[in-house]
């Protein structure tokens, strides 16, 4: 069982950034792909971004591309979402999930999700 919290949410005007950080309890952090996704009010959960266990592969979705920088410490258990020039568009609960497949993906099929952080953009 893996428990995922993240944190680095908040209120930030059009243009500016915010760094997500999502930590997993336990020791297998390094063996699970790590995404993050995000559910704006009334829409469906939608995929941001995703990194393999080594960081060697990362996917990110279209609207972000250029944007957002996914990373990942195994060593902290900590993976990040470096967010730039954000959007009103960008506002929505983004949430952090973990695969134990090796495959990474861009669909919802992540084995444990965190409770989401609130990331608000006002124009």
């Known amino acids: 069982q893996v428990q995922l919290v993240e944190s680095g949410g908040g209120l930030v005007q059009a243009g500016g950034s915010l760094r997500l950080s999502c930590t997993a309890s336990g020791r297998t952090f390094s063996t699970y792909v790590m995404g993050w996704f995000r559910q704006a009010p009334g829409k469906e959960r939608q995929f941001v971004a995703a990194i393999s266990r080594g960081s060697g592969t990362i996917h990110y979705t279209d609207s972000v591309e250029g944007r957002f920088t996914i990373s990942r410490d195994n060593a902290k258990n900590t993976v990040y979402l470096q967010m730039n020039n954000l959007k009103p568009g960008d506002t929505a609960v983004y949430y952090c999930?973990?695969?134990?497949?090796?495959?990474?993906?861009?669909?919802?099929?992540?084995?444990?999700w965190g409770q989401g952080t609130q990331v608000t953009v006002s124009s």
């Open positions: 999930a973990a695969r134990r497949d090796p495959m990474v993906v861009t669909t919802l099929r992540y084995d444990y």
